[in-house]
Structures are given as C-alpha cells and as structure tokens.
C-alpha cells in the first residue's frame, strides 16, 4: 500500500510506478544470467510475503468506517460496482482475450475482481474527489475480497484443473486471517502507547517501507520464474490488450452509475478511481499462497498493476475536464 493518510500525493504512486520497473527488469536480468542466484530467491518469498500482509493490515483505519456512517448510500453503490458489475466484467473480458491461455486468464481474473485499497486515494485527491469517504471504503474493500476470494475463484476459473479451491479457506486463515489479526492489534495497541501524533508518524513510515517490499516481492517473482516467462512472452501484448479493454469498459460502468444516481462531483470522482484501481498487491500475496507455483498467473497481476498507474493518471486528467464542464460550481483544484 501507498499512503492512507488524509492527504496522499502522488510521488508515493510515481515512486511504487518506478519501483516496479525497476523489479522486474532487475529480477528478469538477474533470473536469467545468474539463474542459480535467481532461483534462490524465487524460493524465499515466505518472509518477504508475510513483511507484506502485515504492513497492509497495519495501514487500514477502521475507524474511518464510523466517521462515513451517514453515507451508506455511496457506499452501497461502490460495493455493488465493486464486487458484482467489475467482476463480471473482468470475467467477460478475460474469457475474450485469455480463453486460450487458461492460467494468465485466472491471473487477470483476480487482478479484474479486487478494488484497490492504496493508491486510488491519492489519484482521487488530486481528481478532488471525497478523500473521507474513499478511506471509509478501504476497510470493506479489503475483508470482502479477502472473503469473497474463494468463491470468485471457483466461479470463474472452473476450467483450470489445476487450482485446488478447496484448499483456499485454509490457506487465507493461516496466511491472511491470523497475520492481519496480529497486525490489527499491533495498530490498536501502538496507537494507544504512542499518542496520535507519533502513531500517525509510525504508519507514515509503514506507507513508505510498503512499496519497497513490493517491489523486493516482484523481483523475485521475476528472478525465480523468468525462464517460463518469456516462453509466454508473445502473450503478453494479448494481456496488455486485454487490461485496456477492461480499463475502458469499467470507465463506462462509472459514468453511467454517476448519471444515473446523480452523484456529485467529488463522488463522481471517488466512485471512478475506485471502479478503475485494482488491488493488485494484495492479490499478489493472496494468490502466491494459495495457488502456488503459479509463475504466469503472478505475472498477470504484475503487468496489470504496472499499466494502471499510467491509466490512473490519465483518468484523472479526463475527470478534471469533465468536472470543468459538467460540474463547474463544483469543481476542486
């Protein structure tokens, strides 16, 4: 996760953006002239994984849900947009693009079905959007994906024999439910020992240790699998294709659901980065857990993650322009 404090910026998602380049190109260079070296990081990823899922539950605020309560309308819109219309259109994307190429079509179906629980509130502040009210939907975004993880998997990937779902419960407990229970209450506790302020400053820290660890993740990810990479490589302007299309349709999703509930402009921008933004770290650590040995379902999430940053960007720029001309009292610089 990038920054989730009440005024994020984007040099924290410029810097995540560079990060990941540089992972990859690195990890690649490394796996492939130095295999031996790449291999053994490939095979110790367990502590780099658990660094991750704890600075991702450390960094959630559950108290913002309390302080949003009055909006549960937005909410409700979000969720729906969110966990029911981008899933299906994922899926519908995927099977277009991916139907041959069954595990990176599983890649991009989990990469297309989580929202995004980081960087999307700094895209949305700098579109003027309703920063309060994004941070309210981080805490739902991340325990329904995590809830919904199993079912979106056997629903959408019946055809991948290779998937074991029904050892998906047991790995999110052990992986995910008991390390974010231990985080959670590591948050609870710093916070009353060390005072707002200090606190404050310790998820700072947090927010900024959290994109090198991804970054250090992806590398090996690439470093350890590069060989079954670039067998695959020719697929890969199929994925890029296939992310495009995905990022425009659910684009049209957002401006319709605007239209139609008549949301202002800040909601309008909110609803819009979140539809858009897809939590790719988050299921990138999910998914090397539970469907392990799996190098060309990670690189999906990968490249995904990687291509959303500039998209982000140019959202951003198209909502400024249509705030300019559809909500000109509205407008926030």
Known sequence: MLTLSSRPRLPGVTLTSSLLLAAIVGGALLGHFAPARGQWLGDNVDATLLTMIGLLFFSVRFEMLAQQASNLRFLAIALVANFVFVPLIGYGVAALFMAAHPLLMVGLVIYFMAPCTDWFLGFTRLAGGNIALGMALVPLNMLIQLLLYPLYLQWFT????????????????????????????????????????????????????TPWVIALLVMQIFAGNIAVMLAHHRVFALLLLSVFVFFVLTFLLSEIICRFCRLDYPEHALLTMTIAARNAPLMLAVTMTALPGQPLIYAALVIGMLVEFPHLTLLRRVLLALSARRYPSQRQT
């Open 158 to 209: 019946q055809q991948t024999g290779s998937i074991e779902v029904q050892l998906i419960g047991t790995t999110l407990l052990y992986w995910f439910v008991l390390p974010a229970i231990a985080a959670l209450t590591l948050h609870h506790i710093l916070r009353r020992v060390l005072g707002a302020q200090r606190f404050a400053q310790c998820l700072t820290w947090a927010d900024r240790a």
